[in-house]
């Protein structure tokens, strides 16, 4: 073009330089840079402002705050520009001083700090902002949500998705997505419901997390239903991280034909397919087909990670593979992997499991890491299984000293001493539970 038709103008630069925001082609927008100094386009405020969100978003915020100070004219997307760059390089002081200092805003420019102050979880400055923001759409209700649902809050998220009039797409999967992902599986099962009878129709991603709710449930209904559903859109099923979230659902809820079936026509089968597959096996009691599982994707010559190893060896725990996982414990050295506390509790609830108690404690004891509650509570379950009221009464008494707030531990020492005909100590228990306002929490029956 430079060839052709001579000097470009400040119209030509701007596109030339929203290509270079990313890590590969840095150097090519310094280079621009250095034209536009050349060709004197740079105190045209449109290319100013494109110089402003590139190196923003490049991270290079120096450089972004050199040029914005230096423009003659600025207008609200320079502005607002920097301030989407401090925000983008985590520095929220500098970006609310900009912010602040805005002669005029717009709903991108709240939004921006909106967003900012939510990724860092600090929601009240968040909300405060979002109640000062005049007209609110979509973005700013989506940006609250998410924000609250990163945070575990999801009755504010609720309340604030109840507020908004205008309800998208990724509104619905803000929602959605942060049920799943805080542990309240029904609540995104009956919102992707409510979504479908509002005729807006899911994406993938929402599609992921309805299928992550419903292997959370374990709902053997749910899963046709999403299942049926997903085979009618099958445009989905050609990504890959799709079709491993329905193996997982299907394996989860009992489906193991289907999932299995899904499984096996993955054209490039990953770690995160093989884990599903084999968390399905072993919660389902079948960790001879988990161990075979395992060994085939070591044949596919893929590497497994600290997770894997957890999946492998709770497959074995449930299935009292003994041998199995000890080989299995002892592999992870091959892979640079370090056990951590929670390999350690899948081998002691192996060792408890299949009788051997006092392996199991001495592991136990001899930990090179903090054992937390779950294995000491592994060991219990199985004392108790294996009637050592001894051991049960030692690891109980360490529970209780582990989580002293916890009144379950107080209600399974108390029927350890229940069932030894110990009753002035069950006495003892019931009266510390009392004395530190602990109550035992009623069984529900899911019927």
């Known amino acids: 073009m430079r060839v052709s038709y001579g000097a470009p103008d400040m119209y030509t630069f701007p596109p030339l330089i929203k290509c270079c925001s990313n890590e590969l082609a840095v150097s090519a927008g310094l280079g621009i840079h250095g034209l536009l100094i050349k060709y004197a386009v740079e105190d045209d405020v449109f290319v100013g402002t494109t110089l402003v969100d590139f190196y923003g978003k490049c991270e290079l915020i120096g450089n972004a705050r050199k040029v914005f100070d230096e423009m003659s004219v600025r207008n609200v997307v320079s502005w607002t520009a920097i301030v989407v760059g401090y925000v983008r390089f985590g520095d929220l002081v500098n970006a609310r001083i900009m912010f602040d200092a805005m002669p005029k805003r717009n709903q991108v420019s709240y939004n921006a700090m909106i967003c900012g102050y939510a990724k860092l979880g600090e929601l009240v400055s968040a909300r405060t902002l979002f109640d000062q923001l005049p007209n609110k759409n979509v973005v700013s209700y989506t940006t609250m949500i998410d924000g609250y649902a990163k945070c575990g809050d999801m009755a504010s998220a609720r309340f604030l998705f109840e507020e908004c009039l205008e309800k998208d797409l990724v509104l619905w999967s803000a929602l959605i997505t942060g049920y ?49 559903y997903m085979s009618r859109s099958f445009l989905y099923l050609h990504h890959t991280h799709v079709v491993a979230a329905l193996v997982d659902m299907n394996a989860k809820c009992g489906r193991m034909e289907r999932a299995m079936s899904l499984f096996s026509n993955i054209p490039k089968r990953d770690l995160v397919s093989y884990c599903s597959m084999i968390q399905g096996f072993a919660i389902h009691g079948q960790g001879v087909d988990a161990v075979k599982l395992f060994y085939n994707m070591l044949s596919e010559g893929i590497m497994p990670d600290a997770v894997a190893f957890t999946v492998i060896l709770t497959a074995c725990s449930r299935c009292a593979l003994v041998e199995e996982g000890y080989r299995f414990f002892d592999m992870m050295s091959r892979y640079s992997i370090t056990p951590s506390s929670d390999h350690y509790a899948c081998m002691i609830d192996l060792l408890g499991r299949s009788g051997n108690l006092e392996a199991a404690y001495h592991l136990l004891k001899s930990l090179p890491v903090e054992a937390h509650a779950e294995a000491w509570g592994a060991l219990l379950g199985a004392s108790r299984l294996h009637c050592n009221t001894e051991l049960a009464e030692v690891v109980a008494n360490r529970l209780v000293e582990l989580e002293p707030h916890n009144a379950g531990n107080f209600v399974l020492l108390s029927n350890i001493y229940a069932a030894a005909d110990r009753w002035l100590d069950v006495s003892i228990v019931r009266n510390q539970m009392v004395g530190q306002g602990l109550r035992k929490i009623p069984g529900r029956s899911w019927c």
Do not use: R, W
């Open 180 to 228: 799943a992902q805080n542990g309240l599986p029904n609540d995104a099962v009956k919102s992707f419901q409510e979504m479908l009878l509002s005729n807006t129709s899911p994406d993938e991603y929402i599609m992921v997390s309805v299928m992550s709710a419903c292997a959370q449930i374990g709902s053997l209904d749910l899963a046709n239903e999403v299942d049926a």
